[in-house]
C-alpha cells in the first residue's frame, strides 16, 4: 500500500483527531435532522436510510478513537512491522516526474518521501508509487513549455530507475501499456506535436502512438529489471510492475466497471438538506431525477459475486501464464484507495471478499511487492517508453492547453530555487532566519509541483480550487524568494518580512524535516 507523504503528513497532525470526530458528529446530526423530516414530510421510507448513516458514522467515529486510539498511521506502522503490509512511498507531494525542470527537484521529492517514510514507519520503504505512473527514460530532454531562454535549453536527463536506484528504491508499478511499449523513445513529444491543435479529450489515441513497437511476447505476469542506460547503477536494477489489464478494468471501466451495478449507491445525487445520499445507481444513463431508493441489504449477493469474479480472472491469468511460460506468474491490480468507500462505498466490502477469497484459494498465494521482489532471480531487464496510466498513455492530462500557464510558473520558480539554493551553500554561517526562508521556499515549490492541480484542472473536477491553489503557491514562493534575494544583497530582514514567514509557515507547515541539501 502506497503512503503518499502529505497524506502522512496530514492524518499525523495534532489537528486531525479532533477535526475528524467532529466531522463524523456533523454527519451524524444532518442524518438525524433527515430522520426528523421525513417523518414529518410524507417520506418516512427513508427513515430507516437516515438511521443507517446515524450507525454508519457513529461506528466510524467510534472505531477511530477506541480501536485505533485516534491514530491511523501507528495502525498502519503496525502492520508494515508485522511484515504483513508492504508500506511503499511517492513522491512527496506526487509531483510529476517527467515534466519537472530538473533532476534535483525529483531528487528532492524522493528523498523528502523516503525521510518521512522514516519519521512514520521507523524504517525505509523499499518501493514507491511513482506520481500518476508516470516514467521516463534518459534523454536529452527540453521543456515544451517557458519563456525564450527556456525553450532553448536541453540537458540529458537520468531515467527515473537511476533516481530510484540512487536513493535504494527497490521496485515501481506502470501501466501495463508501458511495459509492452518497446525501446525507451521520448513519444510524447511526438504526440504532443500531432495533436496540438487537436481538442485534446477527442483524439484517436492510436494514431499517434504508432512509434510503440508492442511486444507481443512480453507478459504482464512478469517481473522485468528497468534500465534506460548502459551505466551501471548504484543501488541496483529496481524491477518493475505492470498493471493488469484484465482485472483493473473490472474496476476502472465506466462500461463493465464493478462499481456501476444499479443496487450500488449513487455518488452523484444527495439529500438538498443534509447532503447524504439516499439513492442507487438504478442503471446506466439514468436521469438523476429517477434514481430509485438505495438499499444496502441487497447488495451482499452482488459483492460476492464480482469478488468472485475478480479471483477467477486472477486464477485464469496465471494459469494462462503457467502454461504459456512454464514459470508461476504475478498479477498486479492496483487502484487509488480513493476509489474504495468514497466514489464507490461498497468498495471496501468488496476488497475484502476478494483478499478471503485469495486467501483460502489453494492455487493462489497473496503477496505483497516486497516478497516478491525477494524471490526474483536475475529477471530479465527492459527498456520502457516514456508514459503514464494516464488517458492515451501520455502526459496530456498534465500538459495541455488548460494548464500549460502552471507550468511557465513551476519552471520560471523552479529555477530561481535552484539558483538561490546554490548561492545560499556558498555562505558560510547563515542566519537561522535566512535558512527558514529558503526551507519554507522549499515547501512551498513542493506543493505547487503536486500533479493533483493539472488533473483536477483538466478534469474539471475542481478547477477554481486548483487555480487558487496553483497562483497562491506560486505567489508566496515568488514573495519568499524576493526576500532571499534582498538578504544575499547584505540587506537585512525587516518586521514585515518576519511576519509574513511566520504567518504562511503556520498556514503551510508539512515537512519540518526540510533539508535543503535535497536540492544540491
Known amino acids: ?69 485516534s491514530d491511523l498511521v501507528g495502525a498502519f506502522r503496525k502492520l508494515s512491522q508485522s511484515g504483513i503490509l508492504d508500506a511503499m512511498t511517492c513522491g512527496a507531494t506526487h509531483g510529476y516526474f517527467p515534466l519537472l525542470l530538473d533532476d534535483r527537484n525529483i531528487k528532492a521529492q524522493i528523498q523528502l518521501a523516503i525521510a518521512t517514510h522514516e519519521k512514520y514507519f521507523g524504517d525505509k520503504p523499499r518501493g514507491i508509487w511513482l506520481p500518476e505512473c508516470a516514467y521516463r527514460p534518459r534523454y536529452w530532454w527540453s521543456p515544451e513549455r517557458g519563456n525564450g531562454t527556456l525553450l532553448k535549453f536541453k540537458k540529458e536527463r537520468a531515467g527515473i530507475e537511476e533516481i530510484l536506484s540512487e536513493f535504494g528504491l527497490e521496485y515501481f508499478v506502470v501501466e501495463g501499456s508501458l511495459t509492452k511499449g518497446g525501446m525507451a523513445m521520448p513519444v510524447y513529444r511526438q504526440f504532443m506535436k500531432a495533436i496540438h491543435s487537436k481538442h485534446l479529450l477527442s483524439v484517436d489515441w492510436q494514431k499517434y502512438q504508432l512509434s510503440r513497437v508492442e511486444k507481443t511476447d512480453r507478459s504482464l505476469a512478469d517481473i522485468y529489471g528497468v534500465k534506460s542506460t548502459n551505466r ?47 439513492w442507487k445507481v438504478t442503471g446506466p444513463k439514468i436521469d438523476i431525477g429517477a434514481k430509485e431508493q438505495y438499499d444496502p441489504s441487497t447488495t451482499e449477493a452482488d459483492l460476492s459475486a464480482q469478488a468472485l469474479h475478480f479471483t477467477n480472472l486472477v486464477k485464469q491469468t496465471l494459469v494462462e501464464h503457467l502454461i504459456k511460460t512454464g514459470k508461476p506468474g504475478v498479477v498486479c491490480s492496483p487502484f487509488d484507495t480513493e476509489l474504495f468507500g468514497h466514489w464507490w462505498f461498497e468498495g471496501p466490502k468488496f ?105 483536477l484542472i483538466t478534469t474539471e473536477s475542481a478547477a477554481e480550487y486548483s487555480t487558487t491553489r496553483v497562483k497562491t503557491h506560486s505567489e508566496r514562493l515568488t514573495h519568499l524568494l524576493d526576500i532571499a534575494d534582498k538578504l544575499f544583497n547584505n540587506k537585512l530582514a525587516d518586521k514585515t518580512d518576519r511576519k509574513y514567514l511566520k504567518d504562511i509557515s503556520e498556514d503551510d507547515k508539512p515537512f519540518a524535516n526540510i533539508d535543503l541539501n535535497w536540492w544540491a
Open 232 to 278: 551501471d547503477l548504484a543501488g541496483g536494477i529496481p524491477v518493475v510492475f505492470s498493471r493488469d489489464r484484465s482485472t483493473s478494468e473490472q474496476v476502472w471501466s465506466g462500461d463493465i466497471g464493478y462499481p456501476g451495478n444499479p443496487d450500488y449507491l449513487d455518488f452523484h445525487k444527495k439529500h438538498h438538506d443534509s447532503g447524504l445520499r439516499y
Open 351 to 455: 476488497l475484502k471478499k476478494v483478499l478471503e477469497n485469495l486467501s483460502t484459494d489453494p492455487e493462489i498465494k497473496l503477496a505483497n511487492c516486497a516478497e516478491i521482489v525477494d524471490r526474483i532471480i536475475d529477471p530479465e531487464v527492459i527498456a520502457l517508453p516514456e508514459g503514464s496510466w494516464g488517458e492515451g498513455g501520455g502526459h496530456y492530462v498534465w500538459l495541455n492547453n488548460k494548464v500549460s500557464w502552471t507550468w511557465d510558473d513551476i519552471y520560471r520558480l523552479e529555477s530561481r530555487f535552484l539558483g538561490l539554493i546554490e548561492k545560499f551553500r556558498t555562505i558560510k554561517k547563515p542566519s537561522a532566519f535566512f535558512t527558514k526562508i529558503l526551507q519554507q521556499a522549499g515547501r512551498e515549490l513542493l506543493l505547487l509541483e503536486s500533479s493533483d492541480w493539472q488533473f
Open 1 to 69: 500500500m502506497d503512503f503518499s507523504p502529505i497524506l502522512l503528513e496530514q492524518l499525523a497532525d495534532s489537528d486531525f483527531p479532533k477535526t475528524f470526530i467532529a466531522y463524523c458528529d456533523e454527519r451524524i446530526g444532518l442524518a438525524n435532522a433527515d430522520h426528523k423530516l421525513f417523518a414529518t414530510n410524507g417520506e418516512k421510507h427513508f427513515q430507516p436510510l437516515a438511521q443507517y448513516w446515524i450507525d454508519f458514522y457513529t461506528n466510524c467515529k467510534n472505531s477511530f478513537r477506541d480501536t485505533y486510539n
